[in-house]
């Protein structure tokens, strides 16, 4: 059985900074594309970023987090991040990390709410 659970949000002023983790177990993240997306009240989810397996591993940025956000992850702990810096408050949402098979399942994490203040 697929798991992926979440940690790391929370509430922080405008400028600071957020890890995100997202621990996997059942499925092996490094043979996997991986993203993270993020949920804003009353809008709809969006991809944030994503990082794919082998020769196309290089990830790829929304424009809106570009520079400021990175995406990674840890083959020996089959854990992935994010890791994100210069917080702004348009960046509160939920967050939820997504693994895509090669056979284009998805698998989520429950989310992890991130709150920037003013």
């Known amino acids: 059985q697929v798991q992926l659970v979440e940690s790391g949000g929370g509430l922080v002023e405008a400028g600071g900074s957020l890890r995100l983790s997202c621990a996997a177990s059942?499925?092996?993240?490094?043979?996997?594309?991986i993203a993270w997306y993020r949920q804003a009240p009353d809008k709809q989810r969006e991809l944030v970023a994503v990082m794919g397996v082998g020769s196309s591993d290089q990830p790829n940025y929304q424009d809106p987090v570009k520079g400021r956000f990175t995406i990674s992850r840890d083959k020996a702990k089959n854990t992935m991040y994010l890791q994100m810096n210069s917080l702004k408050p348009e960046d509160t949402a939920v967050y939820y990390c997504?693994?895509?098979?090669?056979?284009?399942?998805?698998?989520w994490g429950q989310g992890t709410q991130v709150t920037v203040s003013s």
């Open positions: 059942g499925i092996t993240l490094e043979t996997n594309v």
């Open positions: 997504n693994v895509v098979t090669r056979g284009w399942t998805n698998y």
